[in-house]
Structures are given as C-alpha cells and as structure tokens.
C-alpha cells in the first residue's frame, strides 16, 4: 500500500483564518474528545498538529519510536512555547535526559514509597485535625498544604515553612492560568501573569538555594532526592538544580493534590463507594498497620485512586515533536509535526472500556484493565519516559484518600459547579465540600 502524506489525514477543516484554535481553545476536552470519535485513530488538528488516538499508536509513540520524538523541536521553540524550567530532566531530550535520568531515578524507589506511605497518615491527621462537621472547606487549598510538605520532607530533607509553602504555591497558580490561557504571547512581553510568575520564581529560587547548601544533601537517608542530585554524575550546574528541584516540586504538588481532589469528586457522587472506602479505611488504620503494609489493606481505596486516574487524569495530554519522518498507518509525518495523544481521550474510549463514561472502581478488581490495550490507560505516560514519581504518587493519594474518608463524609456544595479546567495538569474547579461526621 503506497504511504499518505500529512495532508492526507482526516481531520476538521476549521476556520479559515484561525483553522481549529478557537474551538481548541475553547473546550480542548470536548474537541481532542470528537476529533478522536468522528475522524478515527490519527487526526490531522492542523497543518502541523496530529492526534493519535488509537492505543497502538500511542504504545509506538511513546515507547517503541520514542527515540524518534523530542520534547521541544524547533518547531515549537519557533512558536514560543518554551519551557518554564527547561534544565530539569522533564525538560530535557536525548543524551542530557538520559544521564540526568540515570541521576536521579534511584532516589524514587521503594524505600521513599514507603516512607511516604507512613509519613502521609501523620500529615493527613495533622490537616483533619482543623476540620469540623458542618464546614465548608476548600479541598484543592486544604491538599495543596499537605502535600507540599510532605513532597519538600521527602524529597529535601526538611519541611518547608508556611511562608516558603505560601511562595511555591503563588509560582505555581499562575503558571496553572497562563498554560490555560488559548492565546500564546511572545516571550518578551510583559504581562501581568508572567510578572507575577518571574517574581515567586526569586523567592522559590532563594529558598531551593538554600536547601541545596543544607547539611542534610550530604545524607541519602535523610534527603534521597537531593543527595542523589547533588552527588549524582554527571555534577549538575546551580541553574539546572534549581530547574531540577522547582520541577520536582510542582509535579509532586500538582499530580498529588489534583488526583486526591478528583477522587473525593467522585466519591461525593457516589455515596456507595464512598461508603465502601470508610469501612476499608476505618478498619485498615484500626489495626495500627503503617507504610506499605497499610497500602495492602486497602484495595479498593486504591481501585477508587485508579479510576480516577481513568477518568481525570492530571495529566490529560501529551505532546512530542517528530525528531524525524515517522509512519503511523501509511501515513507518513514528517519531521517537525507536533503529534499528541491525550489520556483523556483513550480512558474514556468505550471500544475498550465498559461503561467508559461511568465510575466503576470495581473494574480494578477483576480482569478489565488486563485486558484493554496498553495504550489505553497511561495517566503517568507510557515507555522510558514514564513518570519516576508515579509510585511514590500513588502510595500518598491512596493514603491520604484513605485518611480523610475514614473520618469524615463530604458532600460537594455545589455540585453543578464542580468542572475540570485543563491547563498543565486536569485541575478541578469549585471542588467544594461540606464536611459531615459519619
């Protein structure tokens, strides 16, 4: 069969002028959601842009020709969207990610899973400790506290100060509402966003400063993650430390505090479930088990963490730019086409998922994701580049979900309200809750 081109590809043909942005821009959910539905597996979303939908597509980008993408080409250098932090290994590409990966990935292995599994049940009670019934209380606002600390004790060795948490916080919000911005600007201009951004990135880096020159960096039990930085080879210049450890701090934040949210969305709207998560908890941390030993009292706690993660997914898309010309379905993309496929799209795809559209924590516990496509459940990304932190992730949702829920029943204020806004990560909007005793 001979091999399309580019042009070739089905896809929406869009406004004249501005082509897909606009719709893009507007509801980027709802329309990666009906290019996929309408268009099939590979959709051209303009000129330069491609959709991968279908999970084999998906497994080949991201793991089989992963060597074939970059994280930023020129093409996307050219349209301005540099990175933030473009030091850190996140950022980076090709030989710099792999040695900066082999740097510090040991930090994130068992042991620091399971310290995390056991420090988060003393950080949950510390939260809950302020709650009463009959408040109403900000979930986002209340999680982001715990896990900052949690991530800076962890990660650096000592716990950040209100004020140094109050700082991290303030860089990450409007970066959060820049990335949700649909119009891209130059760099140079000065918007009040950026301005706020470049002055909580001063106080951030003065505070990352001074945590790399602690004592507790020449320690790899007291602080893992900075040691194996700091000490690792090859030796990382101040600059990509300070990207290094600003990027692990906002991910930690970000996913963590987004994924427990999500899941307690959910659990408020579905009372039986949440029911199910009281009884497992109440009686998983009544035997006193800590750690990763508690973990394994609670399965269906961490079934409920999964199909969250199915369903809102902080991370809802990800994109590459074609290092060089690659084939997907006799389609030929040539090289400097950003390709996409959003976790999104493929957890909701109802050729592969029952119910797709219905929260089924239960599906966890039997045969179902065994048997779907890899690439239809990746909400840590798939291949070499999988995530390094999604265990430790994981291990302090379930924890925290199970802390909470244990205790008291929410209820969403506003349920009507309570939306999904994608900027860098799937953040829920106006997740309120009432807190009720049992």
Sequence with gaps: MAEKELGDIPGPAGDRVLGNLQEFSTDPLRFLTACAREYGDIVRISPRNVLLAGPEHVERML???????????????????????????????GEDWKAKRRRIQPAFGRELSATAAAAMRGQGERMLEQWRPGQVRDLQQDVSVVTLRLVTALMFGEEYTDSEIAEVAGMVVPIMELSASPVVLPEWLPTRRKLQIRRNLRGVERTLARVAASGRAADPKAAPVLHALLHGTPAPTPAEVNDELATLLM???????????????????????????????????????????????????????????????????????????????????????????????????????????????????????????????????????????????????VSLLASVWSRFRLRLETPESVRPRPALALQPLNARFKVEAW
């Excluded at 089989?64 to 080409?73: I, Y």
């Excluded at 060089?324 to 993309?333: A, K, W």
């Design 251 to 397: 991910a930690g934040y970000e996913t963590t505090n987004d994924a427990v949210v999500w899941a307690s969305v959910l659990l408020a709207r579905n009372p039986e479930a949440a029911e199910r998560v009281y009884h497992e908890s109440e009686k998983a941390l009544a035997k006193n088990a800590t750690g990763m030993a508690l973990l394994g009292e609670l399965p269906y706690t961490d079934a409920v963490l999964r199909e969250s993660l199915r369903l809102y997914s902080p991370v809802w898309m990800t994109s590459r730019d074609a290092r060089v010309d690659v084939t997907f379905s006799d389609y030929v993309i040539p090289a400097g086409t950003t390709v996409t496929v959003s976790q999104w799209v493929n957890h909701r795809d109802p050729r592969y998922w029952k119910q797709a559209g219905e929260f089924r924590p239960e599906r966890w516990l039997g045969k179902e994701p065994t048997e779907v496509p890899r690439g239809s459940y990746f909400p840590f990304g798939l291949g070499p580049r999988t995530c390094f932190g999604a265990s430790l992730a994981g291990v302090e949702a």
């Design 63 to 93: 793991v089989d020709r992963n060597a074939d993408f970059v994280k930023q080409g020129p093409e996307t250098r050219r349209a301005g969207r540099r990175q933030s932090l473009p030091l850190s290994t996140m950022s980076s590409d």
